[in-house]
């Protein structure tokens, strides 16, 4: 490592097939770090490149021969151990950024950083993975990379609780790095209170995300009020999950849900700038980036009480049971255009959304960066979790 330029591997394989909330942290990550100039950024990806980088002069790439065969548990471990130690090598990096929750190889050549989104798959299995060999390899991963890494980041300090609670490590080495979010430069300009107001859900469709609970909740909310307020949902009907696609099939009218589709960045900010609000009800989450993303866009956020989505929205929204139907009607009612409380819950959002800065993240994980080069080296940790979390 130079004084003047820190190399960084950037593992990027995720971004093969359907991009997810994690894609979306690595880009934005991989995008800052160019933008330095202390730092040289190696995206490591696979056989299919990413096309958004294709052609740019600040990110380098390493092409891999990893695929979609390699995205089971079984088969990415064994591709992993036998591929990364020499690509790790041959990059020139100073240090690694294992960033899809395991991914540090044995003989890992030079200090490794690794990300932990969450432990959903490790608490939830059945949920994850279609054979025994599938979880045996994932749990082996999990805890052979936390091992192996010289620093653990988690995205919340929820997910770090749960990481120091299930893996056997020193609870010093596990560090809380906020995820960031794109912040509009006029984040109400056009937002508009005329058409009909609709609810939105945008994010996966797994059990875990309760959009059966969604789907209810606004059910009771039809029932109840006699006002012409639409449901729209991320995603196609086909990808409902049983519990979600039973809810969708008793509802009294079905037309008032409007399914999306998959959205690129600017569909996906139009909905959120355009809503009443973000209904997120989910029991499980690392971080839960829609939250915060809706609040950067002006878009008040009812969510679930549960995991880290308190510690995303603060008081800047409403936090219910997602169980509790009757709670989500009475929040949207409060929401609705033309309440007294509509702007204040508004305002208070695009605060919150201002402590959350794709740029601050990228500081802080610099600075984890740095931190792993310096215990590789026989050093000490120079920050604790507390000193890199955004509060």
């Known amino acids: 490592m130079t004084d003047e330029e820190l190399r960084v591997l950037v593992d990027a394989r995720m971004l093969i097939g359907r991009f997810a909330g994690v894609g979306r942290v690595v880009t934005r990550l991989v995008d800052g770090l160019a933008r330095r100039d202390d730092v040289q950024v190696v995206a490591l990806y696979g056989r299919e490149p990413f096309e958004p980088w294709k052609g740019r002069r600040d990110i380098e790439v390493v092409q891999t021969s990893f695929d979609r065969r390699h995205r089971t548990p079984d088969r990415r471990v064994l591709w992993e151990e036998s591929h990364l130690p020499g690509i790790i090598g041959r990059s ?34 059945a949920q994850h993975f279609a054979t025994w060999p599938q979880r045996a390899a994932y749990r082996y991963s999990v805890r052979a990379s936390a091992r192996r890494a010289a620093v653990i980041t988690t995205v919340s300090d929820y997910v770090r609780g749960r990481v120091c609670s299930t893996l056997p490590v020193r609870s010093e080495k596990v560090i809380t790095v906020h995820n960031g979010v794109d912040l509009p430069r006029d984040p109400l300009r056009g937002r508009s209170e005329t058409g009909v107001p609709y609810v939105l859900y945008v994010g996966g469709h797994q059990s875990r995300k309760n959009v059966a609970g969604v789907l209810r909740a606004m059910s009771l909310y039809w029932r109840r009020c006699n006002e012409p307020v639409q449901l729209r949902l991320g995603g196609a009907r086909s990808s409902l999950c049983p519990e979600a ?20 960045d600017e569909e996906l900010f139009s909905q959120y ?13 690392g971080f839960g980036l829609p939250v915060l993303e809706a609040m950067a866009h002006g878009c008040p956020v009812i969510a679930a009480d549960r995991s880290s989505l308190p510690e995303v929205v603060g008081d800047a929204g409403f936090l219910v049971d997602p169980d509790d139907s009757e709670a989500v009607v009475n929040a949207v009612r409060r929401l609705m255009p033309g309440s007294p409380e509509r702007a204040q819950v508004i305002e208070r959002g695009l605060q919150r959304a201002q402590r959350f800065s794709w740029d601050g993240a990228v500081e802080r994980m610099l600075r984890v960066y740095e931190t792993a080069c310096g215990v590789r080296c026989g050093g000490s940790a120079v920050l604790n979790s507390s000193e890199v979390a955004d509060e």
């Open 245 to 264: 696609a039973e809810a969708f099939e008793a509802l009294v009218d079905p037309s008032r849900v409007v399914f999306l589709g998959q959205m690129d």
């Open 92 to 125: 020139g990096a100073d240090v690694f950024h294992a960033t899809w929750n395991t991914g540090v190889p044995a003989r890992c050549p030079v200090p490794a950083v690794l990300t932990i989104h969450d432990l959903i798959p490790w608490h939830q299995p």
């Open 273 to 285: 700038a355009g809503a009443t609000a973000l209904l997120f009800l989910s029991y499980e989450e």
